[in-house]
């Protein structure tokens, strides 16, 4: 009956079936973190096909991009900023694409839901 269309309207149901499935209505910190993980993956692999400068050098360039998703992932701790920094140069020089920047905010927006699904997981499991 929650996701019946009728009851809600289909834009909210939709919510409420994206809602249970990442976190099971909150009770679940395994599937938001399983999904902070697979998204900071995708988004490394994104930047490292993205990559302008010296593109495909394997691991090294691939640990750069993986560098520069967990900094967007994480950007609430000081030091992250400057490891951001120095992978986006590596990975394409002074001035990245605008859809590389339009990419890196909308990683930052899919990190901030997992890690507030995670935030509320946690808050439920020890009824904080």
């Known amino acids: 009956m929650r996701w019946h269309p009728r009851h809600l309207g289909k834009a909210a149901s939709w919510l409420e079936w994206i809602y249970d499935g990442l976190s099971r209505y909150g009770q679940s910190v395994a599937r938001p973190i399983v999904g902070l993980f697979v998204s900071t993956l995708v988004f490394a692999r994104i930047l490292f096909d993205l990559a302008t400068q010296a593109p495909k050098q394997g691991v090294w360039m691939f640990g750069e991009a993986l560098s520069a998703s967990i900094a ?57």
Do not use: C, H, K, Y
Not at 82 to 95: K, M, N, S, Y
């Open 72 to 128: 967007n992932t994480l950007p609430f701790i000081p030091s992250v900023r400057a490891v951001r920094i120095d992978a986006l140069d590596t990975l394409f020089g002074q001035d990245p694409s605008f859809w590389v920047d339009i990419m890196n905010i909308g990683q930052g927006a899919v990190s901030f839901v997992f890690l507030f699904l995670i935030g509320l997981g946690l808050r439920n499991r020890f009824r904080l």
